[in-house]
């Protein structure tokens, strides 16, 4: 009986993650602030960069900041239910000890505790590009996959969003700046796993990560990462189209931004 509760509770996690991850807020924004659906302009997309552009920057920062925090919420709540919750604990680990590191969440173990954390924000990133709420249509997650890098590590602000504003201020393409991003973390995951059990030190795993205020490092930080950058990759397969015959959009704002 205990393997079913286990698998109900699993199942129960990427449930709550997808459903956050198909909240439409470029559709909300549009809707009650707007009076329109911005699948009706631009590139007919959900996400801020199409918001914006079609309704107003402000439109277009509140749809990104609120699609990464409907990956970050439920995620954070996954990983603070089991880091104080003990009975759910024990529940999915029989062997779970607090206080020892091959078996909780902190340590080598990679236990079903970990896969339990790590199936929230996956929940998510699906439900974002295939949303229950648009016929499983969606965004192509690139705010959700920031809010994934956040709660990942610290050095996702001064690398990896550096990076997408560097790239995007040489190109104006914010499709290449997200692709090479998520490529970036993606293989700045596997870099960080690959230490981390290498070296089997915590002390170094904490301080790559979030100080342990956060999910810390298991073998799910890589897949997840993986997923998720092949994912919003695939997302993009138009805009690299476009990209190689030179007919993808550029955003104006940076040019505007530079000239000032």
Known sequence: MIYVYRILILLGLFIVG???????NGIIIGKIFYKKDPRNYGSHN????????????????????????????????????????????????????????????????????QLAIALVPFGAMIGHSSSIFLKFKG????????GYMLLSTYLAVPLFILLFFIVLFKTKYVSLSSII?????????????????????QQIA???MWFNLTPSISIFFPILSTFGAVLLIFRHRENIKRLKNGTESKVKW???LIQK
């Open 18 to 24: 997808y459903i956050f991850g198909s909240i439409p």
């Open 46 to 113: 959900t996400g801020g960069t199409n918001v914006g552009r079609s309704f107003s920057k402000v439109a277009g920062a509140a749809t990104i900041v609120l699609d990464a925090l409907k990956l970050m919420i439920p995620y954070l709540g996954a990983y603070y239910l089991f880091k104080y919750y003990t009975p759910i604990c024990t529940l999915m680990d029989s062997v779970y000890d607090s206080s020892n590191l091959l078996y909780n969440w902190y340590g080598f173990g990679n236990s079903l505790i």
């Open 139 to 146: 965004g192509k997650i690139v705010a959700c996959f920031v």
């Open 181 to 201: 991003m998520s490529a970036s973390f993606m293989v700045y995951s596997w870099i960080v796993y690959i230490v981390y059990v290498s070296t089997g030190s």
């Open 206 to 208: 904490s301080y790559l």
């Open 254 to 256: 940076v040019d505007q």
